[in-house]
């Protein structure tokens, strides 16, 4: 079994700061890409932020010089360093990432279960 559980959303003023983390954990081989989605009401789920075993980084237009995603690759865990937020970056985020299993051995997608952020004064 493998599971992803974010952690670090809340409540924060226009122009605060946040950080997430997913860790994940259970019987895993190898972790390739880790991914941040999210969902705000009446919108599709969008991908925030994304980052390679090797750590390249790819962000959305919208987020790009506020957001920063890093993994600690020892602990199994990705990051989103959330700055200068604005209440259009509510939304669930959600955690993703392509892991191998220590078990099958197969390459599958998994997610989090979702943390709410909220920016409002």
């Known amino acids: 079994q493998v599971q992803l559980v974010e952690s670090g959303g809340g409540l924060v003023q226009p122009g605060g700061s946040l950080r997430l983390s997913c860790a994940a954990s259970?019987?895993?081989?190898?972790?390739?890409?880790m991914r941040w989605y999210r969902h705000s009401p009446g919108k599709q789920r969008d991908m925030v932020a994304a980052?390679?075993?090797?750590?390249?980084?790819n962000y959305a237009d919208s987020v790009k010089g506020r957001f920063t995603i890093s993994r600690d690759n020892a602990k199994n865990t990705v990051y989103l360093q959330m700055n200068s937020l604005k209440p259009e970056d509510t939304a669930v985020y959600y955690c993703?990432?392509?892991?191998?299993?220590?078990?099958?051995?197969?390459?599958?997608?998994?997610w989090g279960q979702g943390t709410q952020v909220t920016v409002s004064s």
């Open positions: 993703n990432a392509d892991i191998r299993s220590s078990t099958s051995y197969g390459l599958r997608n998994y």
């Open positions: 259970g019987s895993i081989f190898s972790i390739n890409a």
């Open positions: 980052i390679t075993s090797g750590g390249s980084t």
